[in-house]
């Protein structure tokens, strides 16, 4: 009698297999780390290699043989990459480009804009301009006390030397931070050149919302 189970089990696994869907199942794979993947439809990490289909009883329905090479899947993963980071690029330049949009709907709010940057420069250069008059006058003062010791400059008290010593540095450092704004000024003008240049396509080509309607193609 212990026969009779036995057999009707071996017989149960095929019925089993043949009622359960075609397209169903399970899928199992050992992948090159050595570890035990399972899935509801191939899986990519073992393309290279067997992987098992199971059905919903647990039984090998089927073995799929690998579907590339080492080598192949390796250039396959490469490409998926790269289009994803150009997808990436793509997404993020359309959001700048909205942003950039949104922030300067007109030529003229990207005019004022320009304008207030530049005139905030301007409005330290002034400072600095007054600054180097002052230190230029109180140069003035120090060369009229030194016309006392000209036969022997070295005669000249340390106060005294030390103050054109420092009026010296100042006025040098007055040069120095005049070019830098005076490269700021630059930096600006350009920025906002390339920025006006990318604006003047985005304001022919289209609104704001049209831009942020736009859903990002993948």
Same mark, same amino acid.
């Given at each position: 009698?212990?026969?009779?189970?036995?057999? #009707?089990?071996?017989?149960?696994?095929?019925?089993?297999?043949?009622?359960?869907?075609?397209?169903?199942?399970? &899928?199992?794979?050992?992948?090159?780390?050595?570890?035990?993947?399972?899935?509801?439809?191939?899986?990519?990490?073992?393309?290279?290699?067997?992987?098992?289909?199971?059905?919903?009883?647990?039984? +090998?329905?089927?073995?799929?043989?690998?579907? &590339?090479?080492?080598?192949?899947?390796?250039?396959?993963?490469?490409?998926?990459?790269?289009?994803?980071?150009?997808?990436?690029?793509?997404?993020?330049?359309?959001?700048?480009?909205?942003?950039?949009?949104?922030? &300067?709907?007109?030529?003229?709010?990207?005019?004022?804009?320009?304008?207030?940057?530049?005139?905030?420069?301007?409005?330290?250069?002034?400072?600095?301009?007054?600054?180097?008059?002052?230190?230029?006058?109180?140069?003035?003062?120090?060369?009229?006390?030194?016309? #006392?010791?000209?036969?022997?400059?070295? !005669?000249?008290?340390?106060?005294?030397?030390?103050?054109?010593?420092?009026?010296?540095?100042?006025?040098? +450092?007055? !040069?120095?931070?005049?070019?830098?704004?005076?490269?700021?000024?630059?930096?600006?003008?350009?920025? #906002?050149?390339?920025?006006?240049?990318?604006?003047?396509?985005?304001?022919?080509?289209?609104?704001?919302?049209?831009?942020?309607?736009?859903?990002?193609?993948?």
């Amino acid at each position: 009698m212990a026969v009779i189970p036995a057999m #009707f089990l071996a017989l149960s696994a095929p019925v089993a297999q043949a009622q359960e869907p075609a397209g169903k199942g399970i &899928y199992t794979c050992v992948d090159s780390k050595g570890r035990r993947i399972t899935s509801d439809r191939p899986i990519v990490e073992c393309l290279d290699r067997e992987q098992q289909q199971l059905g919903n009883s647990g039984v +090998v329905r089927r073995v799929l043989p690998p579907s &590339y090479t080492a080598e192949e899947r390796s250039r396959l993963e490469a490409q998926r990459k790269a289009e994803d980071e150009q997808r990436a690029r793509v997404a993020e330049e359309r959001r700048r480009d909205r942003a950039l949009l949104i922030r &300067y709907p007109n030529p003229a709010s990207h005019d004022k804009e320009r304008a207030e940057a530049l005139a905030q420069i301007d409005e330290v250069i002034g400072a600095v301009n007054k600054r180097e008059l002052s230190l230029r006058e109180q140069r003035k003062g120090i060369d009229a006390e030194l016309e #006392f010791y000209q036969r022997d400059p070295n !005669k000249a008290p340390p106060w005294l030397r030390r103050k054109l010593e420092d009026n010296e540095q100042q006025i040098l +450092v007055q !040069k120095r931070f005049l070019d830098e704004q005076a490269q700021e000024k630059r930096r600006i003008n350009a920025r #906002f050149d390339e920025e006006l240049a990318k604006l003047r396509q985005l304001w022919t080509g289209g609104s704001t919302a049209n831009l942020s309607a736009a859903p990002a193609r993948p």
